[in-house]
């Protein structure tokens, strides 16, 4: 809301929230790579600023090489099921991860997600499920249990999964992972 009311007034307001979700996507690029096993990306600093250690105006730094079989490729290549209640979110997480090179599906359900992934995991390729965990009906905790009974009864590849979450308690992270 706060994105779309380009109000003089609220300023400080747009500034801190493009400022958090600045910060969460990379979050969520740092778990997507985690889970993948590729090296972490630099952080993409906001326009007119320096990345951390740059001096402005100097040449970046040479980067370390990346891990054997590892490439600089982004997420090109990477399919990637997205589910969540909130279409916005979606839109987000769609713009940010198609940007990186990503194929992204979505799905506002998780039964709806549940239908779609036997034919959407066959389909060969690397694959990642992100999904929200608080959603009405069947929640993302529900949604994961379910899609690894499905691998084991369908001898499918184990999909990585990163869990989406605005809710910062202990408990939810634990249970998450």
Known sequence: HLLNSAKPEHAELVARAMDGLRRAVEQQRALIDEKLGRPPARPVPRSGEAAAGDAVGASPAPA??????ATDDGLNGVF????????EMLDVLS????ADGAVVVTETSADDALARYPQWA???GERLLVSDLAMPGRD???LIRQIRTLERDRRLQRLPAVALSAHGASSVRRRAI
């Open 95 to 98: 713009q940010v991860l198609s």
């Open 80 to 87: 990637v099921l997205a589910v969540d209640d909130k279409p």
């Open 122 to 124: 066959a389909g060969g």
């Open 64 to 69: 370390q090489p990346p891990p054997a079989g």
């Open 140 to 142: 993302g905790f529900s």
